[in-house]
């Protein structure tokens, strides 16, 4: 059974900037949850309260029911992995050493046969066995990114988060990531939240999909509530058709800044469309 991730009125500033306030979440389901939303509207801030990394300045996060503010680091990094956006360490250091670090919470500074099993499966899924005996700092961005997500995965976390785990990758890589994580997610029963910013890939792999707006949540659900002509307008100012690619609502954007305000909604009827999404289903 996943962890329960409950945050009960739930509010942020930075100075006397309010990034949100009131935030009622519950995120109880095992699945691949995409935190979607224009930049500066608070996804990595969420993620930063799950994490302890930031103090809230209302409400709290609890998990199964134990505020993390009431837990020590160890702790929650026993339950909870997070994988920045993009990794600034550069050290002189194997990439198998490099995923060995995510084995910290639950062995220290030992490291034991199933520690090293662990590890070497967590590079396998993301196909980086390759590089196992690379140092670190001399792989590319991209590389660099899939370590890290190894990283995350060999602390065998109940909840695993990601901060655009796809920017720095190819187009089969973003794809390949994507499926393999809501895959992960299903097969172990945990949770794994991942911000993103490419609305069709989210909208083609998530389980659940969670939409962040002017220091609210303007949708929270399936796809097919979420990936509408209506919020993708109201909340990212451009106007989009919606048509069903593959069962799943893609999105086709118009590219206008100010578009009309009677921009329409709904799923269409599928038709072809430049650009499909392929790759890994």
């Not at 103090?55 to 929650?76: A, H, K, N, S």
């Not at 590319?140 to 909840?159: D, F, K």
Request: charged fraction near 25%; hydrophobic fraction near 40%; include cysteine.
């Amino acid at each position: 059974m996943s962890v329960e991730i409950r945050a009960e009125g739930l509010g942020v500033r930075y100075g006397d900037v309010r990034v949100w306030e009131g935030i009622d979440l519950v995120i109880d389901e095992p699945g691949l949850v995409a935190i979607l939303g224009p930049n500066g509207v608070g996804k990595s801030t969420f993620m930063y309260t799950i994490n302890k990394l930031l103090v809230p300045t209302e409400g709290r996060v609890t998990l199964d029911g134990r505020d993390v503010q009431e837990m020590d680091y160890r702790e929650i990094a026993r339950l909870v992995a997070y994988v920045p956006q993009a990794s600034n360490e550069a050290f002189s250091m194997t990439v198998m050493d490099t995923v060995l670090m995510g084995r910290y919470p639950h062995s220290g500074y030992s490291t034991t046969d199933e520690d090293l099993r662990i590890a070497a499966d967590c590079m396998r899924m993301i196909g980086i066995t390759d590089l196992a005996m690379r140092d670190f700092d001399e792989l590319s961005a991209g590389q660099h990114q899939r370590v890290m997500i190894a990283r995350g995965m060999a602390q065998e976390p109940q909840v695993l988060m990601l901060d655009e785990p796809t920017s720095n990758l190819d187009i089969y890589h973003q794809l390949h990531v994507m499926k393999m994580l809501r895959d992960i997610a299903r097969e172990r029963g945990i949770v794994i939240l991942v911000i993103c910013h490419d609305l069709n890939a989210a909208s083609r792999y998530a389980d659940r999909l969670i939409l962040f707006s002017d220091g609210a949540i303007r949708a929270d659900g399936a796809a097919e509530e979420v990936m509408t002509s209506e919020n993708i307008l109201d909340v990212y100012r451009v106007r989009a058709d919606i048509v069903a690619v593959d069962g799943r609502p893609y999105a086709i954007f118009h590219g206008k800044e100010d578009p009309p305000a009677d921009a329409s909604d709904g799923v269409k009827a599928e038709e072809p469309v430049a650009g499909p999404m392929e790759g890994p289903r």
